[in-house]
């Protein structure tokens, strides 16, 4: 996104300059060929009347058009500088307030958090997909993180996941005139449907009780697609987990 922002700046950047110059040339340039007219006219007296006038008349129009153009040219250089030092101001501040909020302050501890644990040696067949997950997503609940037997964050799984696999499983049997029935489907079924495993299970990431929530984003940014943060004492992902941070936390947090 900031790739393509850039360049969209770089292109109307450039075309302001191509205007400018155009139209600058191009009134220099009819600025010269009436002086050199209102010169010959003058020196083979032939209507040296109606060349000055007409250089008195396309004067200010010439210079109006330059004028224009340099006010348009400069005023939106100056305006994208100045956003620009606004958008890096505010990353400042952000930084800044994000650094002053310790992680442990902010996060959803572990005992009031909303999640599955799974037993030793489970590998999801024995969670129900609708009555240990799906009934459970209820507002405010939008997430439900997946916990190993020793309370080690494993998955983190999004409402808007388990939507399209309930609709693209519906859809895909419909068209043989089946009926999909969610309530047998096991947490195992779902991690085997599409990237449905690598979507829950590599878009987290972790950092330490002792961190701060500019740690925090700086390990959300560091995983595509990631807008989880699991804490543990160390930061590290085979510990067990403290507590939870979404990026809407984080947001709110940055809130001026």
Same mark, same amino acid.
């Given at each position: 996104?900031?790739?393509?922002?850039?360049?969209?700046?770089?292109?109307?950047?450039?075309?302001?300059?191509?205007?400018?110059?155009?139209?600058?040339?191009?009134?220099?340039?009819?600025?010269?060929?009436?002086?050199?007219?209102?010169?010959?006219?003058?020196?083979?007296?032939?209507?040296?009347?109606?060349?000055?006038?007409?250089?008195?008349?396309?004067?200010?129009?010439?210079?109006?058009?330059?004028?224009?153009?340099?006010?348009?040219?400069?005023?939106?250089?100056?305006?994208?500088?100045?956003?620009?030092?606004?958008?890096?101001?505010?990353?400042?501040?952000?930084?800044?307030?994000?650094?002053?909020?310790?992680?442990?302050?902010?996060?959803?501890?572990?005992?009031?958090?909303?999640?599955?644990?799974?037993?030793?040696? %489970?590998?999801?067949?024995?969670?129900?997909?609708?009555? %240990?997950?799906?009934?459970?997503?209820?507002?405010?609940?939008?997430?439900?993180?997946?916990?190993?037997?020793?309370?080690?964050?494993?998955?983190?799984?999004?409402?808007?996941?388990?939507?399209?696999?309930?609709?693209?499983?519906?859809?895909?049997?419909?068209?043989?005139?089946?009926?999909?029935?969610?309530?047998?489907?096991?947490?195992?079924?779902?991690?085997?449907?599409?990237?449905?495993?690598?979507?829950?299970?590599?878009?987290?990431?972790?950092?330490? @009780?002792?961190?701060?929530?500019?740690?925090?984003?700086?390990?959300?940014?560091?995983?595509?697609?990631?807008? %989880?943060?699991? @804490?543990?004492?160390?930061?590290?992902?085979?510990?067990?987990?403290?507590?939870?941070?979404?990026?809407?936390?984080?947001?709110?947090?940055?809130?001026?």
């Amino acid at each position: 996104m900031a790739d393509t922002n850039a360049q969209s700046g770089g292109d109307a950047l450039y075309a302001r300059r191509s205007i400018a110059i155009w139209v600058i040339g191009a009134s220099a340039g009819g600025l010269i060929a009436l002086a050199i007219a209102m010169i010959a006219a003058a020196q083979s007296g032939q209507a040296g009347d109606a060349a000055e006038k007409a250089f008195t008349m396309l004067v200010p129009l010439l210079g109006s058009w330059v004028g224009t153009v340099l006010a348009y040219y400069f005023s939106g250089e100056n305006f994208e500088r100045a956003s620009q030092s606004v958008s890096k101001l505010v990353e400042q501040v952000t930084e800044e307030r994000l650094r002053n909020i310790n992680v442990k302050d902010a996060m959803i501890k572990k005992n009031a958090m909303t999640f599955v644990q799974l037993q030793a040696g %489970d590998d999801g067949s024995k969670v129900n997909l609708k009555t %240990d997950i799906i009934d459970r997503l209820k507002d405010p609940v939008t997430r439900m993180p997946v916990l190993d037997d020793k309370g080690v964050a494993k998955y983190i799984i999004h409402q808007s996941l388990i939507f399209k696999y309930v609709t693209m499983k519906t859809i895909e049997l419909a068209a043989t005139n089946q009926s999909f029935a969610v309530h047998n489907q096991t947490l195992k079924d779902f991690f085997g449907y599409g990237e449905m495993l690598d979507l829950v299970s590599k878009t987290f990431a972790f950092v330490s @009780v002792n961190g701060t929530l500019a740690d925090a984003k700086k390990a959300m940014d560091s995983v595509r697609g990631c807008q %989880d943060i699991f @804490v543990t004492d160390h930061g590290t992902e085979k510990e067990p987990i403290n507590g939870w941070l979404t990026n809407v936390d984080i947001t709110k947090h940055a809130r001026l």
